[in-house]
T-cell receptor, first 112, second 112 residues
């Protein structure tokens, strides 16, 4: 079983729809990242959070540390939001060292 | 301000050869991490360096090695290439070990 599980794996939405992507993890973490990866491969960091909720434009990320669960919401989705969204958790891997463990990603396609 | 830059962007090598991938972190960032992403999967942690010292290593064979230079740039070396080493190799930098990571565009390595 992967330490970081995302759902759904694939998501198709109509433009304007509200989208939710979920992430569950099984390890203790110091922070959780939501990342966006476009077909070219480069990864953009959307959020890093360790508690509560963060909002940036149409994107909202929440985390529940007790339940080991995070969600990424996209309001009023647009075709340019089409990408792979990856959840990654940051945990200690040794003395003074941190490691990112990634989910497999959720491929989002927003249709005009 | 330049982001994380990786070179080359694409590379084709033959089985058994050696490859060196390069990463320049964001100016002022002292930590560099390397990740391998095979098609359809999330990235896997390979190495983390901070202040020129290895601070973390993922579950990769000894054919993989890395180093960080005094200017904080980094190289990832892979010896005796196998077909399974074909992947997108991502570099990420952060100011310190525990802070938000910023990713480069990646180097796509194809082993034939």
């Amino acid at each position: 079983k992967n330490e970081v599980e995302q759902s759904p794996q694939n998501l198709t939405a109509q433009e304007g729809e509200f989208i939710t992507i979920n992430c569950s993890y099984s390890v203790g973490i110091s922070a959780l990242h939501w990342l966006q990866q476009h077909p070219g491969g480069g990864i953009v960091s959307l959020f890093m959070l360790s508690s509560g909720k963060k909002k940036h434009g149409r994107l909202i990320a929440t985390i529940n540390i007790q339940e080991k669960h995070s969600s990424l919401h996209i309001t009023a989705s647009h075709p340019r939001d089409s990408a792979v969204y990856i959840c990654a958790v940051r945990s200690r891997s040794g003395a003074g060292s941190y490691q990112l463990t990634f989910g497999k990603g959720t491929k989002l396609s927003v249709i005009p | 301000d330049a982001g994380v830059t990786q070179s080359p962007t694409h590379l084709i090598k033959t089985r058994g050869q050696h490859v060196t991938l390069r990463c320049s972190p964001i100016s002022g960032h002292k930590s560099v991490s390397w990740y391998q992403q095979v098609l359809g999967q999330g990235p896997q942690f390979i190495f983390q360096y901070y202040e020129k010292e290895e601070r973390g290593r993922g579950n990769f064979p000894d054919r993989f090695s890395a180093r960080q230079f005094p200017n904080y740039s980094s190289e990832l070396n892979v010896n005796a290439l196998l077909l399974g080493d074909s992947a997108l190799y991502l570099c990420a930098s952060s100011l310190y070990l525990s802070l938000e990571a910023f990713f480069g565009q990646g180097t796509r390595l194809t082993v034939v």
